[in-house]
C-alpha cells in the first residue's frame, strides 16, 4: 500500500500536524509519499525548515498570530519521529516454541566408533527467548538474537556394526540444552516480512543427558554435563513475522524461526573415540512484542515499562525522557547534561556533553532571556558548535551553545519529545 500526504502546512495556524501524526501511527504501508505544500518555509528560500525556526529569522507563515515557532517545531519533531519508525526497527522479545511439524525438529543423529556408523533421529521440544529487532508495521528484521531456553530430544538407542558383526551398543538418555546467539544481537539481512541470517552465527549446546552402552565389550559412558556437545547452525536461517494486533506500545507479531543445523563432535567415552553427527532443522513458533517506537523500547531494555516520559527513579537522577534522548542510563544524575556557563569569552556560552554512545531522539536547544518561568525561544543553529538545532539522533561529545541576551541574562534548556 501507498500513502500521499499533502497539504500538511506546517508552521500554519491550519496545520494538521496533530492528526498525521495520528494517524501514521495506526497504518501500514510500503511507500509514503509526501507532497507540498508540506512546510511553507521552503518556498520563502530556507534551505531546511528543522533549523530555519529561529528568533531571528521566523517566515511570515509564522506570525504572532500563528502558533510560537517552537511549539511547531516541537510538532515537526513528533512528525519526523513517527515518520523515522517505518523506516528503522525496534527491538522486541518472544518466546517461541519448538513445533510438532513432520519436516522439521526432527535432528539426524549419526554415531561412529571403531569405524562403525549407526544413525537415528530424535526428535526436539522446548522453548526459546529471543530479541527480535524488527519494524513494527512491516515485520522486516534487521537483527535475531537468542538469548537461551531449553530443548530436550528424545532418547535413542543405537547399534554399530561392520559387516555382520555388532562392534557397539550405545544409548543415549535425557539430553537436554539450549540454542544461543554466540555474540549478540545476531545480524540478520531484512525481507519483506521479516530477515535471513548466517546459521552459524547461532550455537547448539547439549549439557544434559548420558550416553552409556559397550564397544567391543567394553563399557563406555560419558556425561554430557561435564562434556558437552557443542556445534553450531550451518547455512542460512530465516525469521518470519507476521505483524497483528496493536496496542498503545506495542505490535504483536507472529514469529517463525527457522534454524539449519549440521556439525560434527568428537567424544572420548571410557578411552573410546566416538564421533557425533548432528544434522536438521529447527523450527520454532510464537509471539514478539516489537515496541511501537525508540522510547518503548528503551523503556523495556531497562525494565521501566509504563514508567512516565518525565518521570525520574531515582533522586537527583535526569528525567526519563530526557535520559532516553540524549543516550543516558535512566539511573545518570541530572548534572550529567546540565550546561556549565563559560564567561572567558565575548558571549557567554553553555557547554554540555552528549554521550559516546550518541543521542537517541532529536534534541531541541531552547532559550529565555527572562526567567525560567517565560516565553522561550528556538536557539539560532549558528549559535551552536554543531551547527544544528535540532541537534539529530546520534551526536556524542561536546556540544557549545552561545547565550545572546539583551537582558544580560539568559537561561538554556535542552527539549525531548515524547514519540
Not at 61 to 78: G, V, Y
Not at 322 to 333: H, I, K
Request: aromatic share 6%; hydrophobic share 40%.
Amino acid at each position: 500500500m501507498t500513502v500521499f500526504l499533502s497539504d500538511i502546512h506546517l508552521c500554519t495556524v491550519d496545520s494538521k500536524a496533530d492528526e498525521v501524526v495520528e494517524f501514521l501511527k495506526h497504518i501500514r504501508c510500503r511507500k509514503l509519499v509526501l507532497n507540498n505544500p508540506f512546510f511553507p518555509a521552503l518556498r520563502s528560500g530556507l534551505r531546511h525548515p528543522a533549523t530555519a525556526l529561529t528568533s531571528k529569522q521566523i517566515p511570515s507563515s509564522c506570525n504572532k498570530a500563528h502558533r510560537p515557532p517552537h511549539t511547531m517545531i516541537t510538532k515537526l519533531l513528533a512528525l519526523a519521529a513517527t515518520l523515522c519508525s517505518s523506516a528503522f526497527g525496534f527491538t522486541g522479545a518472544g518466546n517461541l516454541t519448538f513445533v510438532s511439524d513432520p519436516t522439521f525438529n526432527k535432528l539426524q543423529v549419526t554415531i561412529t566408533a571403531s569405524g562403525a556408523t549407526s544413525t537415528k533421529t530424535t526428535t526436539v521440544t522446548g522453548v526459546l527467548n529471543t530479541q527480535i529487532n524488527a519494524n513494527p508495521a512491516s515485520g522486516a528484521s534487521t537483527a535475531f538474537t537468542i538469548s537461551g531456553g531449553n530443548l530436550a530430544m528424545t532418547n535413542m538407542s543405537f547399534v554399530l556394526k561392520l559387516l555382520f558383526i555388532t562392534i557397539a551398543n550405545i544409548n543415549t538418555t535425557n539430553m537436554a540444552g539450549t540454542v544461543y546467539t554466540t555474540v549478540p544481537p545476531g545480524a540478520a539481512t531484512a525481507t519483506v516480512n521479516g530477515g535471513t541470517f548466517d546459521a552459524a552465527l547461532h550455537r547448539f549446546l547439549i549439557n544434559q543427558g548420558t550416553i552409556t552402552g559397550t564397544a567391543l565389550g567394553t563399557p563406555i559412558s560419558l556425561d554430557f554435563s561435564s562434556s558437552p556437545l557443542v556445534g553450531q547452525g550451518m547455512g542460512t536461517g530465516s525469521i518470519t513475522l507476521v505483524p497483528g494486533a496493536s496496542s498503545a506500545t506495542h505490535r504483536t507479531c507472529l514469529a517463525t524461526m527457522i534454524l539449519p543445523i549440521d556439525f560434527t563432535d568428537s567424544q572420548v567415552l571410557s578411552g573410546v573415540p566416538v564421533s557425533l553427527r548432528v544434522k536438521g532443522s529447527i523450527k520454532a513458533v510464537g509471539n514478539a512484542l516489537i515496541p511501537l517506537n525508540g522510547w518503548i523500547e528503551w523503556l523495556d531494555q531497562n525494565n521501566l515499562a509504563g514508567v512516565g516520559f518525565n518521570n525520574t527513579i531515582a533522586a537527583g537522577s535526569t528525567p526519563l525522557g530526557l535520559a532516553w534522548a540524549t543516550g543516558l542510563n535512566p539511573t545518570s544524575p541530572s548534572s550529567s547534561i546540565t550546561p556549565l556557563i563559560n564567561s572567558s569569552g565575548a558571549i557567554p556560552a553553555a557547554n554540555f556533553n552528549l554521550p559516546d554512545s550518541g543521542s537517541r531522539a532529536y534534541l531541541l536547544l531552547e532559550k529565555s532571556t527572562t526567567s525560567l518561568n517565560g516565553e522561550w525561544s528556538t536557539v539560532d543553529p549558528a549559535d551552536v558548535s554543531l551547527g544544528l538545532n535540532p541537534i539529530p539522533p546520534g551526536h556524542s561529545g561536546p556540544v557549545s551553545v552561545l547565550l545572546r541576551s539583551t537582558t544580560g541574562r539568559c537561561f538554556l534548556r535542552v527539549v525531548a519529545n515524547q514519540p
